[in-house]
């Protein structure tokens, strides 16, 4: 039977940053494995568990895979390929082999947009249509006055009649 040597562990380098992980990633069979946490929760925005498939979502793009049983009971001890992972979600990976290391650079940050209603070019502004308010008629009083239709107040003794 053959000896294998133990291989290094795999640095992975996200933006010119080491990726600090207790659990180191692995290179088996030509692809490059990652442990799901930390380097995926990173990465994406959102990672999940629906039974045994691991769900990771950055934006609008949502990646189903599905991981073999008995591999996910944690996000740190469940190991992924990294590249067709970290591609999918839109970001660039380079492996180098004489150094062990991992090299992922994500997509430049799309700079914030202003909302619609501003613009930061000055308009003329433009006459808004508002009708002209007619004026109200102020009621007249014609005719003779009408009786008071409210009792006085009284200070409780009767009225004095005098004859």
Known sequence: ???IPPQPPVTI?????RLQQYIHAYVAGGRVY???????????DAVWWEGSTLVVRRCDRQLRVKIPNGNWASLQTS????????QFLGD?????AR??????????????ETPTPYAPVQQIPQPVFTPV???TPKPVWSGSPLPRRTPLPSNGSPPKVTP
């Open 1 to 3: 039977m053959p000896v």
């Open 13 to 17: 380098w996200i933006d010119g940053r």
């Open 34 to 44: 990652a442990p799901v946490s930390p380097l995926l929760r990173r990465l994406a």
């Open 79 to 86: 190991f992924v390929p990294i590249a067709p992972m970290v």
């Open 92 to 96: 660039a990976v380079t492996y180098d």
């Open 99 to 112: 150094t062990h290391e991992v090299d992922v650079r994500t997509a430049p940050a799309r700079p914030l």
């Open 133 to 135: 308010a007619s004026p």
